[in-house]
């Protein structure tokens, strides 16, 4: 059965009983929908309580004459969509940095080096550059945003955040070459 389009409206005003109704009836079916999808458990109860957070901050743009489980549907699935790219781009990223090494034919430095070491020299690049690009690459790589979410966050354009992280790749990518030019000339 689904929510009552009274239950949507006191919900719109901001009624927290009536968020509290919608989430103990719906919670658990995004779950499971979630689940489907999401490897973790963690992963799954992450998309739940983000769902909802995306909800409350919507409700008052709510039409209490639609279909709620579609609307609830079309969250949970963009989330998840979303939840999937950010681990696609967390991938390429590591992808991108083990090819630049491939590329340099640094199979040596690629087994010295660790994942944790590399991941501190990116961040002693990372520092260095204008505050900017940091606070896009932060937000892009490190908290897994989107470029439309770094966008509003920052209140800037998604091109304007595309070209940030173009820009800080290129700059990793010429510090990496670099680094391994100079780790093969002295070993």
């Known amino acids: ?13 901001g009624d927290k009983k009536a968020f509290e109704d919608i989430y103990v009836h719906h919670s658990k079916k995004v ?3 979630a689940k489907r999808y999401m ?4 992963d799954a109860e992450e998309i739940v309580q983000e769902v909802f957070i ?8 709510i039409n209490p004459e639609m279909n709620f489980d579609n609307y609830l549907f079309t969250i949970t699935r963009n989330l998840i969509f979303n939840q999937h790219r ?4 967390e991938s390429y990223f590591q992808t991108f940095v083990l090819a630049s090494f491939e590329e340099n034919e640094n199979q040596l430095l ?16 990372v520092n260095k550059l204008p505050p900017k690009q940091q606070e896009v690459f932060m937000l892009s790589r490190k908290q897994m945003l989107t470029y439309k979410e770094i966008s509003a966050q920052l209140n800037i354009s998604e091109k304007t955040v595309e070209a940030h992280i173009y820009q800080v790749l290129k700059t990793i990518r010429k510090y990496l070459i670099r680094g391994i030019t100079f780790f ?3 070993f």
Not at 54 to 61: D, F, I, M
Not at 86 to 89: D, I, P
């Open 31 to 33: 779950y499971r929908f």
């Open 184 to 186: 093969l000339f002295f």
């Open 54 to 61: 995306r909800l409350w901050e919507a409700r008052e743009s």
């Open 110 to 125: 690629e087994d010295e080096i660790s994942t944790q070491d590399l991941s501190r020299y990116i961040d002693e690049i």
């Open 39 to 42: 490897k973790h458990h963690e």
């Open 1 to 13: 059965m689904g929510i009552s389009s009274a239950l949507l409206e006191q919900f719109k005003e």
């Open 86 to 89: 950010k681990k696609v781009n």
